[in-house]
Structures are given as structure tokens and as C-alpha cells.
């Protein structure tokens, strides 16, 4: 393998949003022991540390060449001494103590196993785990401390942990279409999230719906999830008005408090397999779906689904946010305040020294308003 150049190594920017990440990339063994590093600090509560592991990952999945040396790492940004020390000990000996030693951990295993269950963050895994919870079963003798969102996730654990395949996302879009159809002609469906970015599999699906006609979507998400309610469709659903305020993520949930907000709802869908399939086999999802048979599991699966709907205005916007990754849109948002002196959220795109909002029709615009070269979803896997 031809090294690159140093001046090469040298152009690696600081920022996700400046570098090329396609999904598979060459550093993989490296990339696992840091975020498994940043997924210990995000459960101790330590956001800060977290976020430096899961930058230093980040930088290593954007090389176009696998590190072989720790002399390599000077010409790289973000790796800090920690991430230095992790990097080196699995170039030397194959695999590093202290991650070992945490995947290993009591509680890292314990705290990775009810961050599982949907509705489940940081905080209450952390509290369980001091109350000497450990299993499932533990959880359920405890059932009534579980909120609404936890109950569905604990009763659909093992399908929502299952990956979602891209088939049966084109599914689900189908579903979408068909409700949104009934209550808004000409409005669209569109995937997002892991699978915009070309990710065969994923924990969810994540739609944006929007229409042409600015000011048409107004109410449309409620009519949506009642018809698909009605229709046995959902297994759970909770409806916000305000996106970026559900995050926890610091920069992520940069807002502006006068603008508008993106309706969106959590949900938990229930997919029916074709007459015939078996869920788990190999066959994949086709369409002909029904109505489902509650009395019979196997025909159906649960399937976590966000919905978002966006004016059309702000579509290109919501878009860019919701395609994601997390660390590409935390360093788009960081770029555009740093380095630009604009905020950028799934709305708008603010010029705080101008004191003007920048519009857009799509996302070449937005980047082009940032003055950063396009970068397509199939790149954004930072
Ligand atoms: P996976 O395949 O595991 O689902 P993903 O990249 O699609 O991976 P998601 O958690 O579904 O991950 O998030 C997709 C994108 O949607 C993220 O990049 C994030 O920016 C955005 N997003 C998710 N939740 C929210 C939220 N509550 N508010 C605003 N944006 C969000
Ligand atoms: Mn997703
Ligand atoms: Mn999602």
C-alpha cells in the first residue's frame, strides 16, 4: 500500500464536514476501541472526554489509508493523548487492556444492555444500575417505575434491536406515502438518516415529509399518525413540536428561540410481513403488506420510525440535519459558528454579524453558503 504524500496527511481537517467518510473505511479496529472509549465516558457522564474518543474515531474513518504507526498520528487533528495511548497499544499488541477492561466491566455491559431499551438514556440506566438492577428480568419485577416509552421499548426489546433493513425502510416509506396521500395530494415522503448515507441496515427509519406548497403541511402530522393509529399501524407514538430541544447533545441543539419549530413524532411501527414469510428468515420484506394479526407474532416485527415534517422553506434544512451523522452534523453546526459566524439548525442557516437568514432550495446551497465543498450523504458517515 503506496503511503500518502505528507502534505496529504497534512490536509485533514479538524472538521467532519470537511472530510470524506464513506461507510466503509480502513481503520476499523482502531475506530471500535475508541468508541467503545467514548461510549464508557458518554456513560459516566462524562460528555467532554466522550466526545474527544469519538472525534479522534471519527478522523481515523475519514483516512484513505490504514495507520500502521503511532509517528503518523502527529500529522492528524484531534487525537488527543488518551486516544494517542489507546491508538498505540492496539498497533502494538492487537488489542488494548483498558478498552478490554471495559468492555468487560460490569457495569459498561450492564448500562450498554438497558441503553438498548428504547426511552432508556444515560441517566436512568446509570440510576438502575446503582439500585443493583442488572437483567431484564430485574427490570420487569420493577415494572411500575417504567414510563410509557420505556414499557413499549421493554415489550419490543428484541425487535428493536434487531437491524432494520433497507427493504423494509422502502416499506415503511410505502405505509407513509399512503397515509399522507389520503390528507395531503402532492406532499412528499423522503428517507433520511443512516440509510440517506447508504447504510444497508440501521437502528430506525427516518422520514421527512414535506409540500410544495409552503404553509399546506400545517396539521398534517397529526392526521397522519390518527389514520395510522387507526389502522393498527402503531405500537407506540409521541408527538413534539420542538426537535432540537429532544437532544441532549450541547451543539447539536443550537436553536434560535423565535424560529419555528419542526413537528416530529417517535414512533414504533408495526410491520406486517406478506402471507406467507417468516419474520427472522431469510426471506426479505415484500411489499403486499396487510393489516396486522396481533395473534400472530411471527408475521409481524416492531420498528422504530421518526417522522419529521418541514415547510417547504426549511426542507433543505431539516433535510441536511436529519441525514446526519451525529459527528458530521456537530462539526457542520461548529464550522458554521466557528468559523463562519452562523448558526446552523434543521430550520435556517442565521448570519450573526449580517443579522440576516440565509435561504436555500437544496443542500448544494446551504454548503455553498458556508463555502464548503458539497459532500454527499454517501461521504457523511463521520
Ligand atoms: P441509525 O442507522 O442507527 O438509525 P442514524 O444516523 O440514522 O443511524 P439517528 O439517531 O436515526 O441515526 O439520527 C439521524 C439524524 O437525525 C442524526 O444525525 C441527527 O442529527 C438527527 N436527529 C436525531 N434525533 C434528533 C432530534 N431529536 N432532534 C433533531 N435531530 C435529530
Ligand atoms: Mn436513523
Ligand atoms: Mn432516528
Redesign the pocket.
Known sequence: VQAESLEDRCQVSPYACQRRTPLAHKNQVLTEALETMAEEARFCGSEGRSLAFSRAASVLKSLPWTVRGVKELHFLPCIGEHSRKIIQEVLEDGTSTEVENVRQSERYQTMKHFMKIFGVGVKTASQWYQEGLRTINDLQAHHAKLGKAQQAGLLHYRDLNSP?KRSEAEAIVQVVQKAVDQFLPGASVTL??????G?P??????LLITHPVEGQEVGLLSKVISWLDSQDFLLYHST?RN?????EDQE??VSMTAMDR?D?C?SIFCLNYPHGSIKGGSRAWEPGYELKDPGDATLWKAV?V?L?VAPYSQFPFALL??????N??RDLRRFSKHEKKMVLN?HTLYHTEKKIFLSAASEEEIFQHLGLEFMPPEERNA
Open positions: 432494520v433520511t438518516g443512516g440509510f440517506r448515507r447504510k441496515s440501521g437502528h430506525d427509519v427516518d413534539h426537535a432540537s430541544q429532544a437532544l447539536l441543539s419542526l416530529h417517535f422504530r421518526d419529521v440535519g436529519w441525514t446526519g451523522s451525529r458530521f452534523e434543521s
